[in-house]
């Protein structure tokens, strides 16, 4: 968090939280959703000036409750999330960065929408449609669609390379007849258990907050 934000806090104990009006979107854009939107229940003007993007992102917290909140100076501006408190987007893998030692060697670059790089991701989902979450500890980060590709090509069934049809039975089957498994590390005694759950199931269960209030 800002020190200047801090200090705002110290200054201004009292001010009231703010609902309704930040959202982040399943592809990691910060929304703005002001009283049209709301009530017409839209998803609000994507934020696209880049250094308020990062006064965000720098101040993006979680309360006790598991409900999420961007601290504007003294006020919290609490989130109504998409899909997951972050989103991992895909990069390439640069070697012998500390980038990459910050990512534990991963064979594929994972950053949050937030800029900070997941770490070493313990446990991963997957959806009927296809999402895939990943996760480490109660950081839950949804990856974005359009880098499900190259997360999905790290996948195995049974230990064999994923198939689109065997990947689909999975699907069909909800993981019930086959072992799926991530593997994105370079060890390969690391790969990950994939389970069938739904993003609103995993937020229950992690206890985080989609739409506070």
Same mark, same amino acid.
Request: hydrophobic share 35%.
């Given at each position: ?12 104990? *009292?001010?009231?939280? @703010?609902?309704?009006?930040? #959202?982040?979107?399943? %592809?990691?854009?910060? $929304?703005? $959703?002001?009283? $049209? @939107? ?18 965000? *992102?720098?101040?993006?917290? @979680?309360?006790?409750?598991? @409900? ?7 006020? %919290? ?6 899909? +997951?408190?972050? &989103?991992? %987007? ?11 030692? *910050? ?16 770490? !070493?991701? =313990?446990?991963?989902?997957? /959806?009927?449609?296809? *999402? ?11 990856? /974005?669609? $359009? /880098? ?14 994923? !198939?689109?049809? #065997? ?5 069909? +089957?909800?993981?019930?007849?086959? +072992? ?7 060890? =390969? ?14 937020? !229950?269960?992690?206890?985080? &907050?989609?739409?506070? %209030?």
């Amino acid at each position: 968090m800002d020190d200047i934000v801090k200090a705002a806090m110290a200054k201004w104990p *009292n001010v009231p939280h @703010c609902y309704g009006w930040l #959202a982040l979107d399943a %592809r990691g854009q910060w $929304r703005m $959703r002001d009283e $049209r @939107c709301q009530a017409l229940n839209l998803p609000g003007d994507v934020i696209r000036h880049q250094t308020l993007i990062d006064f965000i *992102n720098r101040n993006y917290q @979680c309360d006790d409750k598991g @409900c999420w909140y961007f601290q504007n100076g003294p006020q %919290r501006v609490y989130v109504d999330l998409d899909a +997951t408190p972050y &989103i991992i %987007r895909t990069i390439v893998r640069v070697k012998d960065t500390q980038q990459t030692l *910050n990512n534990d060697e991963t064979t594929l670059g994972l950053q949050l929408h937030t800029g900070q790089f997941m770490p !070493t991701v =313990t446990a991963a989902s997957m /959806d009927a449609d296809g *999402n895939i979450v990943l996760s480490t500890g109660k950081l839950l980060a949804l990856v /974005d669609g $359009r /880098d499900l590709a190259q997360v999905a090509s790290h996948l195995q069934i049974d230990g064999q390379h994923a !198939t689109d049809d #065997a990947l689909l039975h999975w699907l069909e +089957t909800s993981g019930s007849n086959n +072992t799926l498994t991530l593997n994105l590390y370079e060890s =390969t005694t690391r790969h990950i258990h994939v389970q069938f759950s739904t993003i609103h199931t995993l937020m !229950t269960v992690s206890g985080n &907050i989609a739409t506070p %209030r």
